[in-house]
Every structure is written in structure tokens, then in C-alpha cells.
């Protein structure tokens, strides 16, 4: 019998008619026209996967590559997983021809990589290294000769370690423009779509607040709340240097990893509570990008803490986007009250299902809010969904499979609500599976796999997993099924 899933159901039942049982009448159903069994995207949808540089190029000390502040960091004990670094990794610096070859066997249309600040400039400034420059160019050609458009973000964590104080120096916003500037105008005549900064809450708060990641570092309130300030303006500069040295045309924004509210039941004051919470709740970051200023409620939430702007920050960071790229994986549910601020976040239920990693959370739902709220509250022009996966404890089979079914339906859940977004209208334009390769995850190491394609760190070798056939089909067919 073919299949009928509960949406087709609910649209496709034409009339019932009786039926018995052992006796007993029993409904049955004659359907009408057949309905299409896939959720199609819209034509002209963009699918794509992504990486970061020190995640999979490795080639550490190769060419005249800068140190940066995650290979510092890596190479402290204790900060990541068993030690482990990303000097190998996926070993990219040499086998990105295997890894476009990838992406080729995929059909997708894009890829969003990083390009690594100190490979190019190994001391966060000029000199330029031209060994590092050559090999982004070759990666863009590579790309470009198999019909595969690069989105590049210029800066994915891996700080120059050269550069004074890191992201508490003002100077490092202004070292990054200068950078950005050197990247439009030597790939500008073949990259028109770049990214400034990924996910400010992980470089900064993670990096210079809490220590859990690069540099490792436990500052004060006033002090973290400066190293943000400095992050996003690093971002504005950036959108500035840009847009002067890359010819018309060239599409700007950024990937953040915004906090997802979902409202618990969807009636207005729920869904109200969703969109407050979202503007709060990201106030540091995507909400003063998007709106040009520091919102009143946090500037007050932070009192004498409050970051230090100077004349034409405001301007700078507040410079118009192109598009904005979010980077989806869990939710936070919201529901409305009667407090000042109008809502509260729910914590999770100790029984919350979650993937591999216990952060991810499952709840497919958030990514249709993830873009309705951040278009309904700053009427955005383009959203690309950056990134969007999950970690798997993936094993490879005596016949070299892997069958990786929890992945698939984590994408498959989140692409139906995605579909969503779309059917109602909001501009979504691509989506990027994170991530192509198992990597190296941060600080834990390479205890977790992210990848559609499985990674023997060992030998090198990739094997594509059962998400990456599910992939290549959703891609062919420009659907979900």
C-alpha cells in the first residue's frame, strides 16, 4: 500500500464510506486526487554543506601559516578533549581537491567555508603570506571549475595569536577590517558572497568570559562585555572594507547562532513572547547589528558593565546586511506572562530527547522560528541557514558503512519545517549542512562527529555515510521527503 502521511492524509480525504468488521461498522476512506509525497523547495533554492579552517585544513606549520589562538589553546593541557589538536584534522591544506570532489558527488550548488585570518596574514597584519593567499585561490577555483559557488566567512575563531590582546585590544576590530579589505580585493572577482564573523557568543563570551574555548580566558563582566563590543565591531568595519573593495554586486552578511525561541503553544501572546525573548535574549549581538544601537533594556541590564562606544561604532556596526545566516541546531521554548518582561523561558525537561552531543536538544520546529522571528522583527532580505546538523556516534560496519539514521532524521525533521518557512513566505535562499567532514569539534576534540562523511583520522580516508545518500537525494530532488 502506498504510503499516506499524516499531512497528505489530512488534505486528501475525499468521503467515507461505511465498512464492517467482525461486525461492527468501521469508517473508510476513498481518497481523491493523489498529492505530491515530497515538500518541495522553492526553484532556485540553494543547497550547500559547510566547514570552518581550523576545523579541516590542518597543515598547521605548512607555508608560512600564523599561529593562531586555537592552536594555542589546543596545545594547553586540558582544554580539549584528550589533548587533541587540529595540526592534521581533515588534512584539507592537501586533499581539498578529494574533499571538492565531495561536494561534486553531492550536487550541491554551494559551500560556505573559512578562510584562516593567520595563514594569510600569520601576524594578524601585513606582511601578507603569499604561499596562504595562493592556496584560498586555488580552493575558489576548484570550486568555481565544478559549478560550485563559495560563501566565505572571513573569520571562523581561529584568531591570530600575534595580534596584542587578542579581541580586548580595539585595535584587533580595525587589524580585521584591514584583513578583510586584502581578502575582497584579491577574491572579489570571484566570490561574491561573503561572511564577516561566525557565532560572536563563542569567540567572545565562550573565548574571554568562561574559558571554554580560545584563549581560555575568565574576565570580569565589564571587561567580557568590551571584548563584545569589539566583536561585532569588528564585524562592521568589515561589511565596510567589503563593500570598498569588491566590485557591485557583492552580497555581505554574517553567521550567527542566535538564540531560537519557540513558542510553547502557537497563539499570539505565546508567539509575542517568542519574538520579545528573541530580541533580548540576543541584544549584544544580532539586535544592536540589526538595529544600529544597544538596546535600552540591556545597556540598564548592565549598568556600570556596559560596553565603552566611541564616536562612529554605532554607525559602523550598524551597517546594512545583504542577507543574515543562522546557524541552527536546538531551541529554547518561551511562553508569555505577566512579568515586566512579558515572558519566561522554559528550562528542559530532564526527559528532553537530545543527539550525540547533550546541548542538542531535539526540537526540528525551531529553525521555521528561527526565521520567522528574524524576519518578523528586522524584515531582513535574505536568510541562508549557515548551519544545521547534528553529532552522531557513527560506526563503521565490517563493510565500511555507515548508517547514521538518527542524522538523517534530525535533517529530515528540521528541512519539514524549514519547508515551512518557505511554503508562508519568508526569503529563505539556501541551507548549509554542517558539515561535510568530521572534524575537529573545539574543544571536544574529535569525540564528536558532525560529518556526512565519515573520516578515518587515521588514514585520511572519507566514507560517505547513509545522511549523505539521504542528502544527495533531497538535492536532486529540490525536496523533502
Not at 92 to 98: A, D, F, I, V
Not at 227 to 235: E, M, N, P, S, T
Request: glycine share 8%; aromatic share 12%.
Amino acid at each position: 500500500m502506498r504510503k499516506i502521511t499524516r499531512r497528505q492524509f489530512g488534505t486528501t480525504v475525499a468521503a467515507a464510506a461505511a465498512a464492517t468488521y467482525a461486525g461492527v461498522a468501521l469508517p473508510r476512506f476513498a481518497f481523491g486526487a493523489p498529492l505530491p509525497s515530497a515538500l518541495n523547495f522553492p526553484k532556485g533554492f540553494l543547497w550547500g554543506c559547510a566547514t570552518a579552517s581550523y576545523q579541516i585544513e590542518g597543515g598547521a606549520a605548512d607555508d608560512g601559516r600564523g599561529t593562531s589562538v586555537w592552536d594555542t589553546f589546543s596545545h594547553t593541557p586540558g582544554k580539549t578533549y584528550h589533548g587533541e589538536t587540529g595540526d592534521v584534522a581533515d588534512d584539507s591544506y592537501h586533499l581539498y581537491k578529494e574533499d571538492v570532489r565531495l561536494l561534486k558527488n553531492l550536487g550541491v550548488s554551494t559551500y560556505r567555508m573559512s578562510i584562516s585570518w593567520s595563514r594569510v596574514f600569520p601576524t594578524g597584519k601585513s606582511p601578507v603570506n603569499p604561499k596562504g593567499l595562493d592556496y584560498y585561490n586555488r580552493v575558489v577555483d576548484e570550486l568555481l571549475a565544478n559549478n560550485i559557488t563559495p560563501y566565505i566567512t572571513l573569520f571562523h575563531w581561529d584568531l591570530p595569536q600575534e595580534l596584542p590582546g587578542g579581541w580586548q585590544n580595539r585595535d584587533t576590530p580595525k587589524a580585521f577590517a584591514d584583513y578583510a579589505a586584502f581578502i575582497g580585493k584579491h577574491l572579489g572577482d570571484r566570490v561574491h558572497h561573503f561572511m564577516t564573523t561566525n557565532e560572536f557568543v563563542c569567540f567572545t563570551d565562550l573565548g574571554y568570559r568562561y574559558g571554554q574555548f580560545a584563549p581560555g580566558l575568565k574576565l570580569a563582566a565589564a571587561e567580557a562585555n568590551q571584548v563584545r563590543h569589539h566583536g561585532i565591531l569588528a564585524h562592521g568595519l568589515a561589511v565596510q572594507a567589503i563593500r570598498a573593495n569588491t566590485p557591485s554586486g557583492t552580497q555581505v552578511g554574517l553567521a550567527e547562532n542566535a538564540t531560537v525561541f519557540v513558542p510553547v503553544i502557537e497563539t499570539p501572546e505565546h508567539i509575542t513572547a517568542a519574538q520579545k525573548a528573541t530580541r533580548d535574549d540576543n541584544a549584544p549581538f544580532l539586535t544592536t547589528l540589526m538595529e544600529g544601537k544597544y538596546p535600552d533594556s540591556y545597556l540598564e541590564q548592565e549598568g556600570a558593565n556596559a560596553p565603552k562606544v566611541e564616536p562612529g561604532d554605532m554607525e559602523a556596526i550598524g551597517s546594512k546586511l545583504d542577507f543574515v545566516g543562522l546557524n541552527i541546531y536546538t531551541p529554547q521554548y518561551v511562553r508569555a506572562d505577566d512579568s515586566k518582561k512579558g515572558y519566561v523561558v522554559l528550562p528542559y525537561p530532564t526527559s528532553a530527547p537530545h543527539m550525540a552531543s547533550p546541548w542538542i536538544v531535539l526540537g526540528p520546529e525551531c529553525i521555521y522560528w528561527s526565521v520567522r522571528n528574524v524576519c518578523d522583527l528586522w524584515k531582513v532580505p535574505a536568510i541562508y541557514i549557515t548551519e544545521n546538523g547534528t553529532s552522531s556516534d557513527d560506526v563503521l560496519t565490517p563493510e565500511g558503512k555507515v548508517y547514521d539514521t538518527d542524522r538523517v532524521m534530525y535533517l529530515r525533521n528540521h528541512l519539514t519545517h524549514l519547508h515551512r518557512a518557505t511554503e508562508e513566505g519568508y526569503p529563505v535562499k539556501g541551507y548549509f549542512l554542517w558539515s561535510l567532514l568530521d572534524n575537529f569539534e573545539w574543544a571536544d576534540g574529535y569525540s564528536k562527529r558532525f560529518g556526512i562523511h565519515y573520516v578515518d583520522f587515521k588514514t585520511q580516508k572519507r566514507t560517505p555515510k547513509l545522511s549523505a545518500e539521504w542528502y544527495r537525494e533531497t538535492i536532486a530532488k529540490n525536496a523533502v521527503e
